[in-house]
């Protein structure tokens, strides 16, 4: 996996503050306690936990919930 520049504590704070540049697609908040959990936002603003691992050489990326499904 490549190295994951934006690694923090996913606090609510700063998942509710996070947002997409606009010129990406999708962006990730990658934590800094469980290496493996991101929140991916997207233009639009929706924000979806993410599992990222790898299997047999190719990236498996898992969609855990959404907010504010999974903060509820």
């Known amino acids: 996996m490549k190295q994951q ?3 923090v504590r996913l606090t609510a704070g700063r998942v509710t503050d996070f947002v997409c540049p606009a010129d990406k ?5 990658w934590d800094t306690d469980t ?4 929140l991916r936002v997207t233009p639009t603003g929706r924000k979806t936990y993410v ?3 790898r299997l047999n050489g190719s990236t ?3 969609s ?3 907010m504010p499904t999974m903060a509820s």
Request: net charge positive.
């Open 64 to 66: 855990i919930g959404t």
């Open 35 to 38: 290496p493996t959990l991101a």
């Open 5 to 7: 520049l934006n690694r």
């Open 51 to 53: 599992f990222e691992s």
């Open 60 to 62: 498996l990326r898992v």
């Open 25 to 29: 697609v999708q962006a990730f908040l």
